[in-house]
């Protein structure tokens, strides 16, 4: 269902305000970004009177994620959350250094956010989860088993190196991958035998190939094991590998969650793809702390016409961090605002076509 | 526009992502390809052995008879093509149109195909040097009073096909007569031939369970050969070495042949100047049997430069053109990448670009790029381009003693040497570099279809074993 027009005028309004306040805490001498504070002398605006719109962020640019790499990482902490508890999650690192994003609460806060779209009679409250993904510096379990845990269950974890992964692709050591990837997927198997009563998950779509497969040659299937609710994301996933994973792997009675996001910002979210609709997953930021856009190819200034394609491009408006207009790997198609949710959204995500070519898609 | 969709065991699938391929001159889209995903590919193998027991009830004896019928079907008939048909003038056009060979050379490649399958029970007779072909069936019989026993090493062969060459379609040709499946990953440029081959088989009887094929990118194709017991692939130099010691993968990249010109005849290449003209520049140089290399221990500036001076005025011409020679690229930038890659090459001292005064190697057009014949002299075999095989008539003419020949021109798929020196010959014969062989004034292009290539088929599919028995056996 489409959204009305005073829906999607106030969800406008309040990501403006949303804007206002986040500009004025990360460039506020008091409490903001010490890496903000740094760049704000070069700039030829004052972002605490200039900056008053979601629009006006084109007064940053363009935020470059190599930013990100090297320390200190301490910068990225804003001055008044220094003296929290503070992660650090990090994207690529296969070679090189990676880059890191600090975290203090927001993983809590998306994931929440998130666990609010989850239908309770798949994913129940008090369930248990199997997390089927990376593990180490990505640090994605992290912000799965909290969600987990913030729906009462126990969350139970497996061991991947996704930069092992894409180590072993780049060399061509195929066996190897082989190999590692059914190591991933015993041990999904070993906590699916033990009688933990896991009903949820996290996985992403090769993973989750991978795990029907091997249940299927053991007689088994996901629905079989009592898993009723998946919560899918990490890499890639077309209309019709959902529509292949509904109709072949999981049956009628498990739900798949869709989810595109990343360590920048956070968890966009889709509504399970329907057979009417031919399967399409369309993608909603957690707006106004995060927003997507689709932007011109050739002009990242303009916003593409709904249906039409154009590159990702990200801001993330939340205290612990500011990303303004940052370009994605990623393109889509623009969709226009739902009832559920009066933004824009994407669909049909897939790697930016200028990058796909030298992307390495792991197990993960 | 025409949708062809994903065959899963014959059944036809819609998927929801698809591919266009387009006419290379044109940008004109021709058909949208279904693509398949790889758990798919994974899950349909689950039933690759039924490929095996359908075709298994037919003897192979029939089995021949209808891949006969279905040579003509191929050739002749109108087919199913998705959700369309498709004439035989149809699919030329079509197959010059998205790989850019030109119509007559689709054209010839169809006849090569008819060809194959019509000489099929010859060349499955001298693969398997005369078997009882029921020994395929049943696994078991008897052969001058020795019991013998050859194995299916798989239900289904896996194939990963090229887009560039149409006339590698021949090897999977006997396949489906010794009775085993295909699973069939089509090149991106070229689906039309596995498509039009299924449905001339289907037609002609073939159980349509028997053949499956997967449309779609890079993971499907690493899914048909995760998922295949056996399988060919077809790719670069690079592929070849990946899949180096694999029993599982037969890898065919280039071909690097060559015709060698004994010190005994080589005062004679003005007599062979047409067959080696023929060997570079038949199929616009596209296939691996083409020649790429042309050694001799002297008169190689002659060879050269009479080489150039037949192929270096050889312009790019419609693809309807009967007279076209050259076929196009239609990958962007692929074939500007060759050009750099021989220029960078040319700068070595030794080496000669005798088709230069011939004009522009590369020649671009809207939509599609061509390379026009180039020739290359080199002063030694030690030169870098001097093993070098591109994707268009392209040869060196390499300076070399004939007793440091075998030990310089390293892996090489077809070669004629050109000889009656029996102590070369013998070498020759004895080269386990060389795969083909022609001694004699033979073409490199000139295959003889009772023989195997690059190892046997019969072999890689079926192993020979021990097997003894006592009372009655399953038929």
Known sequence: MSANADAIRQARERLDAHVREIVQWHFNPDTGTPFWLERAKSFKFNPLKDVQTFDDLKLFGFFEDEWLRGGPVRRWVPKALQHKPTYVFETGGTTGIPKSRVVQDDFRIDYEMFSDTLPEKYFPKGANWLMLGPSGPRRLRLAVEHLCQYRGGICFCVDLDPRWVVKLIKKGWMEHLKAYQEHVIDQAITILSANHEIKCMFTTPKLLDALAARLDKEGSSIAQQGITGIFCGGTEMTAQWVRFAIEELLGPNVYIAPTYGNTLMGLAAAEMPKAEDNYKITYYAPQPRAVVQVVDFKDYNKVVDYGQTGRVMLTTLTKEFFVPRFAERDEGEREPPSAKYPWDGVSGVRPFREFAATTTVGVY | MIHIPVLRWGEPYKSLDVDKVVHFATGEPLAEVGRANAGLVERDLRHAGRARDVLREIPITDLLERVKKAADLYTNAELPLGDSTQTPDQFVRMQSATTGLPEHMCRFNMTKNHFVLNQMDKILEALTRGLDLGVLSRGYGMERGVPISYQAQSPVLGLVLPSNSPGVHTLWLPIIPMQIGLVLKPGPQEPWTPYRMTQAFIQAGVPRQAIAIYPGLGDVGAAVLAHCPRNLIFGSSATVEQYKGNPRVQAHGPGFSKILLGDDMVDQWAKYLDLMVDSVLVNSGRGCINCSGIWASRHTKEIAEALAERMGPVQPLPPEDPKAALAAFTVPGQADAISADIDRDLKEPGTHDMTAKFGPRLVKKEHCDYLRPTVILCDSPTLAIAKKEYMFPFVTVVQCPQDKMLASIGPTLVCTAITEDKKFQRALIDA????????????????????????????????????????????
């Not at chain 2, 083909?436 to 295959?447: A, E, H, S, V």
Request: glycine share 6%; charged share 20%.
């Open chain 2, 432 to 475: 386990t570099h060389i795969d083909r062989l022609n001694i004699g004034p033979i073409p490199t292009i000139k295959l003889n279809w009772l023989q195997p290539h690059e190892g046997n088929i019969v072999d890689f599919l079926f192993r020979a074993r021990a097997f003894q028995f006592e009372g009655p056996l399953p038929e």
